[in-house]
């Protein structure tokens, strides 16, 4: 038995399996469930490359499988990525029933974290291009499900990411050639730039991401909440994984520089559009823009701590990006669209829904007391240290997110003449949810101590970063 | 491959690419773009086996079928502006005359014959000119793939794993199967009468 085949081939044969229990909604969730906890349980204690007992008999898990002259890899030390990918899944498909998903999000969703994670594991790990390719079209179908309309937010995100492919087989190419003559200056900057361009158009990085705040309004928040959650980190860790691969990438000090601009330059505008937005979907967008920002400033202290701050955003970010989507999708059950003029004085008809809403977007805008909040505030230190005026853009952008969280929330506690809340438009395994997930934040932004060093050890599988 | 073959397979790509850009009539389009395919078979045949070519010429074509299969089901054609078709035809123009010029820097670069380099700057370039020019996912397909045919010329020269040839093959077929199942399951089509 080897590690790709549990971790990569098994949920896809899962997938497929699933899609026979299409007719039975909740039973192809609880499937699901079953199947995506038993991959995490075995990420969580199942060692790989290390003899274990289980049932009396001596067991070896090896990491590696070939596959037409290339290996796909997972060794012990990426168990922690393999716990937060299928952790992030079961903890998406707990609230798949309640935001009421289409049924193809089930099969897709396992398909496209498996597809994810070979991925990573392809090495050399220029083909995880080709993978997250097939990923993405994967998701086609999940994010716009028969009888759905396309729109050109969908159209975009299709071709911004298969425009991504070429640039980083490119820069696989030149980095291979870097290696070979690590003298060529002109072969080195090639690489930069065409990896630069690759995970640009992969991250949705300034100026690519239009299509994200459009994505958002055009298709089931949950869907594309469950997308780009999981797209981004796959994204995030390769990026890593070339940094700690290269050496000579990690040690240029201009990467960091452009990196750094990159991060206050998303923070700062999309925190400015923001808060012109009257759209709640499109506003949950700019949310994810200035999250990516936050990932990048991290990255781009080149530090021990900018690493820590790093890994411990997936966790806060896992759930303010649940809550989000499953607030969101509640509200869709009872009203057309997420505009302000069909949310108006939502608060009393949703109540559980809106203050859901309304805590996952303040922790995203950075409010104290919140989940997000310490790693902001870490960060924000940092930067304003290194460079004044990129801790003022992102203060800026900041503001302009809080700004817009403001604006939203007057329009859904307007007062349409109803005093009395309507607990029974939600449902009880919705409000059970939507609690509990604004409770998560809250905690998580009292008692940061107790959560994030759970996040520090997904850089085990990174010796050579600080 | 003698250079004249190569130099008529660049020729024949220029003038399917620039055709697939002005034209509107999907029955000629699938057969331009069906001969695009031919013409870099051609190409890619100086870097590749011909089994391993061979491949890249079946996908396109699977491809094309794909798309003319749904085209034929769900989009009208619309005749443009004889202004708007002159307009494509410079643009087309000028993603020729920036193949020409560019071609040589790019050649300096990687290591890939200048033809080709050609060969792959116009089919990059006209790829991206459909994507900016049109919004219908059968012709943002046909963008797509025009534009990652045009970097498969180029990157065979840099790679021939296997491996890489069946996964970039698979991106055609899936790129040309998204667009036929965004057209298909759109709500105006399923509610459509079926066809006996």
């Known amino acids: ?466 | 491959m003698p250079e004249s073959l190569s130099l008529g397979a660049v020729i024949v790509l220029a003038l399917t690419a620039a055709f697939l850009l002005i034209n509107q009539n999907w029955r000629w389009g699938v057969i331009a773009l069906s001969v695009q395919y031919l013409a870099v078979f051609l190409l890619v045949l100086q870097e590749w086996s011909l089994g391993l070519a061979a491949i890249k010429l079946i996908t396109g074509w699977m491809a094309g079928t794909i798309i003319g299969i749904s085209h034929s089901a769900a989009e009208q054609d619309e005749r443009p502006p004889y202004s708007a078709q002159i307009f494509r035809l410079l643009a087309a123009g000028m993603v020729g005359l920036l193949a020409w010029a560019t071609a040589p820097l790019l050649a300096s670069f990687l290591p890939v014959k200048l033809i080709i380099c050609q060969g792959a700057i116009i089919l990059v370039g006209m790829g991206l000119l459909q994507l900016g020019m049109y919004t219908r996912p059968l012709r943002v397909a046909i963008g797509l793939l025009t534009a990652l045919s045009g970097f498969e010329l180029l990157y065979a020269g840099l790679e021939s794993s296997i491996l890489v040839v069946g996964l970039l093959a698979g991106i055609d077929l899936g790129l040309a199967w998204v667009a036929a199942y965004l057209v298909t399951m759109n709500p105006a089509m399923l509610d459509q009468p079926r066809q006996p």
């Open chain 1, 1 to 466: 038995m080897s590690a790709p085949l549990i971790w990569i081939v098994f949920p896809v044969l899962g997938a497929v399996l699933l899609w026979a229990l299409r007719k039975n909604l909740p039973r192809m969730i609880l499937g699901g469930m079953a199947l995506t906890l038993v991959l995490l349980l075995c990420a969580l204690f199942m060692p790989i490359e290390q003899p274990t007992r289980f049932l009396g008999r001596t067991y070896l898990i090896q990491s590696t499988i070939e596959f037409l002259g290339r290996r796909l890899v997972i060794e012990n030390t990426d168990r922690s990525f393999l716990a937060l990918m299928y952790g992030m899944l079961f903890f998406w498909l707990i609230g798949a029933q309640a935001a009421r998903t289409h049924f193809l999000f089930i099969s897709f969703s396992l398909a496209m974290t498996a597809f994810l994670i070979a991925a990573r594991a392809v090495q050399p790990s220029l083909y995880a291009a080709l993978l997250i390719e097939m990923a993405v079209l994967l998701s086609i179908p999940m994010l716009m499900p028969p009888g759905r309309p396309y729109g050109q937010g969908l159209l975009r995100f299709l071709i911004f990411q298969t425009l991504g492919v070429p640039f980083i087989l490119l820069a696989g190419w030149a980095l291979g050639q870097v290696e070979i003559n690590p003298t060529n200056a002109q072969l080195t900057h090639l690489a930069m730039i065409l990896m630069g361009f690759g995970l640009a158009f992969w991250l949705a990085i300034f100026p690519f991401y239009t299509w994200l705040p459009q994505i958002m309004e055009e298709t089931h928040p949950y869907t594309s909440g469950f997308l780009f959650l999981f797209y981004s980190s796959t994204v995030l860790f390769l990026g890593v994984g070339f940094l700690n691969q290269f050496p000579w990438l990690r040690n240029t000090p201009v990467l960091y520089e452009v990196m750094q601009w990159m991060g206050v330059v998303m923070i700062a505008t999309a925190g400015v559009w923001a808060a012109f937005q009257n759209d709640l979907s499109r506003l949950f967008g700019y949310g994810m823009i200035v999250e990516t920002g936050f990932s990048l400033l991290a990255l781009s202290l080149n530090s021990h701590l900018g690493d820590q701050l790093f890994a411990s955003m997936f966790l806060t970010r896992c759930i303010t990006y649940g809550l989000w989507s499953l607030s969101l999708s509640v509200m869709l059950q009872k009203v057309r669209s997420t505009r302000f003029e069909d949310i108006s004085g939502l608060l009393n008809v949703l109540p559980y829904a809106s203050i859901g809403l309304a805590v996952a977007s303040l922790s995203i805008a950075g409010l104290p007391l919140l989940g997000q909040f310490p790693i902001r505030l870490a960060l924000m230190e940092e930067i304003s240290r290194q460079a004044q005026g990129s801790g003022v853009a992102v203060l800026v952008g900041s503001v302009g997110m809080l700004f817009s969280v403001f604006r939203a929330l007057s329009v859904l506690s307007r007062g349409s003449g109803m005093v009395t809340w309507q607990r029974q438009n939600e449902t009880r395994m919705q409000i059970t949810l939507l609690v509990l997930g604004t409770l998560g934040l809250l905690i998580i932004g009292i008692l940061p101590q107790l959560f994030f060093p759970f996040s520090f050890s997904l850089f085990s599988a990174y010796p050579h970063l600080p």
